[in-house]
């Protein structure tokens, strides 16, 4: 399973790249596995400014559907639209053109809290 | 959470494995959607040897049948199959099951591994002594090998002739080196196809003996999630999900398999339910707007008024559409009908559509 060392990771299977003050936030490659053939993924809070943990959007597969939670408390900024038209890209590569939002971030010291790779890797055996 | 024969070889495959009615069973190897098409467009084979076999035979054995099952099971002659259902006492189904007839007073019983044991309880509350009930589902492996190049993938391994079985017929005989072997023309796909039946020890050298001998056809193994999605597309009812102990027959869309020129378990009332007319029935619809409907969602009407609830639904590979099943009061049901799905606190467009959603 792909985990890559540079990202940081949530409880919810959710990974976070930071480049400066923005966040991008996408799902993981185990994430995508469980959930199969994703359909679409819907995000209708762009432009929006949500706590940590508050959904921010939905990904429906096949076979179940899925919350997505903010791993940090930030605006939303941006919502991939190349996702929207594409969904397959989220089980074809999560963690680069399937990507979901990113994010202004509000407090830096959130993201203390996320989970390295290591230990993120022991959360998912 | 016991384990199929091929277990190891379905791992090996890169099967996901969950647990389902109690077997760790292969949800999807490759991918959901390209195992579905793959069926529709080719050949696949599912693991099925969770479901039950239960043998029924002796002096009252049609009877026994005729007063417990809801099909006219004195239509079927040897070799002949029939869908069925096992009604309960309160309105509602035990199980939905095949009847294979083996012989005079000799049939077999295909139910859902769900309710093996509550089915072989309930046949043996109405069982006379003179009929035997043998629950065999533990000596038996059942493999299903569905798509339209099934007959091709198949015909090598055996005598009896693939193609012109009919649908819902059976041959015994001789498969791929095994020697006691149901050969059924049946499947839960709606893409054509047979159902193998071998005894355990035969299991793995028959799966091994299908896969060369349809490699040509590009054979491959399919998962529990496309069995669901392919039979959804064809709108067959899955219990527990569509049917259950609560749901009527008639109200099921099982009118078809429910003959009322015999006496079955609760059929007065059945019968009085069919001429006093059912207040809600199980209807297909196909989402308008997007959003895939999922089981136990409500169905609403345009004023936002409950009018049924959603049994089952999913995107369909083949069409790219989401659609589903579900219960909708009378007065909603005709093809055409515009609901509304309530899928996570918004209502979205669908319209009443009559199954199978793919020809």
Request: aromatic share 10%; hydrophobic share 40%.
């Amino acid at each position: 399973m792909n985990i890559p060392q540079d990202l940081k990771y949530t409880k919810d299977h959710e990974w976070v790249r930071v480049e400066g003050e923005v966040a991008t936030i996408g799902i993981t490659d185990f994430a995508q596995g469980e959930l199969g053939d994703i359909v679409f993924v819907e995000v209708e809070t762009e432009g929006e400014t949500l706590d940590k943990e508050e959904t921010f959007g939905s990904v429906e597969a096949v076979k179940t559907v899925s919350d997505l939670f903010m791993p940090i408390s930030g605006e939303i900024t941006e919502f991939n639209e190349e996702v929207e038209s594409n969904p397959e890209i989220v089980n074809e590569d999560p963690y680069g053109k399937g990507w979901m939002v990113k994010v202004k971030i509000s407090d830096t010291s959130e993201l203390d809290d996320l989970l390295d790779a290591e230990a993120y890797q022991e959360l998912v055996g | 959470m016991k384990k199929l024969v091929l277990d190891q070889v379905h791992q090996d495959l890169g099967g996901k494995m969950v647990d389902f009615a109690g077997y760790n069973m292969p949800v999807q190897y490759e991918g959901l959607n390209a195992e579905h098409l793959h069926v529709r467009s080719k050949v696949g084979v599912f693991d099925v040897s969770h479901m039950g076999e239960f043998f029924v035979s002796g002096e009252g054995a049609l009877d026994f049948l005729q007063k417990t099952t809801s099909n006219d099971v004195a239509k079927l002659s040897p070799g002949k199959i029939q869908y069925s259902c096992m009604p309960n006492d309160k309105g509602g189904i035990v199980d939905d099951l095949l009847v294979y007839c083996l012989g005079e007073n000799d049939y077999l019983l295909v139910v859902n591994a769900s309710n093996i044991d509550k089915d072989f309880a309930w046949l043996d509350q109405h069982r006379p002594n003179t009929v035997t009930l043998d629950n065999q589902s533990e000596a038996w492996s059942l493999f299903a090998v569905q798509g339209p190049r099934a007959v091709q993938a198949l015909q090598s391994l055996t005598d009896i002739n693939l193609a012109e079985m009919t649908y819902y017929t059976f041959e015994r005989g001789a498969f791929a080196g095994a020697e006691e072997v149901i050969v059924s023309a049946t499947g839960y796909t709606g893409a054509g196809g047979f159902e193998i039946y071998v005894k355990n020890e035969d299991a793995a050298a028959v799966w091994k003996a299908i896969f060369e001998a349809g490699a040509a056809e590009d054979i491959r193994p399919i998962g529990l999630g496309a069995r669901d999605t392919l039979r959804l597309e064809k709108g067959f009812c899955l219990y527990g999900n569509d049917i259950d102990d609560t749901t009527s027959p008639l109200e099921a869309g099982l009118g078809w398999i429910t003959k009322f020129n015999k006496d079955f378990i609760n059929s007065e009332n059945l019968k009085k339910q069919k001429e006093e007319g059912i207040s809600r029935r199980l209807n297909g619809f196909m989402m308008l707007d997007r959003g895939i409907p999922r089981h136990g969602y409500r169905i609403l009407n345009a004023e936002g008024e409950e009018i049924g609830v959603v049994t089952s639904g999913t995107q369909s590979p083949s069409l790219g559409k989401a659609i589903g099943l579900g219960y909708i009061a009378k007065g909603y049901n005709a093809e055409g009908t515009e609901i509304f799905i309530e899928v996570r606190n918004k209502q979205l467009k669908a319209v009443v559509t009559k199954p199978p959603f793919v020809k």
